[in-house]
T-cell receptor, first 114, second 117 residues
Framework: GDSVTQMEGPVTLSEEAFLTINCTYTATGYPSLFWYVQYPGEGLQLLLKATKADDKGSNKGFEATYRKETTSFHLEKGSVQVSDSAVYFCALSVWAGTASKLTFGTGTRLQVTL | DAGVIQSPRHEVTEMGQEVTLRCKPISGHNSLFWYRQTMMRGLELLIYFNNNVPIDDSGMPEDRFSAKMPNASFSTLKIQPSEPRDSAVYFC???????????????FGEGSRLTVL
């Protein structure tokens, strides 16, 4: 079945440090890939997405590239801020003929300190 | 525009009681999802509907759980009887899928935190 594996957290960084959160996937079809972010006490919200190989999704300084050859979609940011502290979820979606559903990874908690 | 609206935001109940969680999706969206989030198991898809029809309920843990979507603007998730292991945050999400593209973005509600004592 479809699955997403992402690095265990928590990840603790100092402000302005470089961030990488690894994500790899297994899918029976040709998936779209997503990163969602969950701030404390809130629901998940889409951060960025990529729908085909070599696409780069980007938003708010975050970016991730769809790598079909390595089945990966790693999240990166050049300089994190305290406000980026949240839980980040990698996810994939595969069309199933009548609808699609998202399969999420387990989430990686990011804590950014001053 | 209003987002996905869930109620109640918090529910504390005793084991054996019936719990009903409610969701109003974003107007115009035709797919609705119920997720459960716990520290131990992360985010689990329980069931999803397309055009008010349940498509996949394989994630529903057992017969104590049931979900309905009587119309395009309302869905319920019911647990009867509730047990302490049902304690979790339950999220509803909606989207408008474009056939046959699978690039839809899910819009999540703020969740219903359930505590079963």
């Amino acid at each position: 079945g479809d699955s997403v594996t992402q690095m265990e957290g928590p990840v603790t960084l100092s402000e302005e440090a470089f961030l990488t959160i690894n994500c790899t996937y297994t899918a029976t079809g040709y998936p779209s890939l997503f990163w969602y972010v969950q701030y404390p006490g809130e629901g998940l919200q889409l951060l960025l997405k990529a729908t085909k190989a070599d696409d780069k999704g980007s938003n708010k300084g975050f970016e991730a590239t769809y790598r079909k050859e390595t089945t990966s979609f790693h999240l990166e940011k050049g300089s994190v801020q305290v406000s980026d502290s949240a839980v980040y979820f990698c996810a994939l979606s595969v069309w199933a003929g009548t609808a699609s559903k998202l399969t999420f990874g387990t989430g990686t908690r990011l804590q950014v300190t001053l | 525009d209003a987002g996905v609206i869930q109620s109640p935001r918090h529910e504390v109940t005793e084991m054996g009681q019936e719990v009903t969680l409610r969701c109003k999706p974003i107007s115009g969206h035709n797919s609705l999802f119920w997720y459960r989030q716990t520290m131990m198991r992360g985010l689990e898809l329980l069931i999803y509907f397309n055009n008010n029809v349940p498509i996949d309920d394989s994630g529903m843990p057992e017969d104590r759980f049931s979900a309905k979507m009587p119309n395009a603007s309302f869905s319920t998730l019911k647990i009867q009887p509730s047990e302490p292991r049902d304690s979790a945050v339950y999220f509803c999400a909606s989207t408008r899928w474009l056939v046959p593209a699978n690039t839809g973005e899910l819009f999540f509600g703020e969740g219903s935190r359930l505590t079963v004592l």
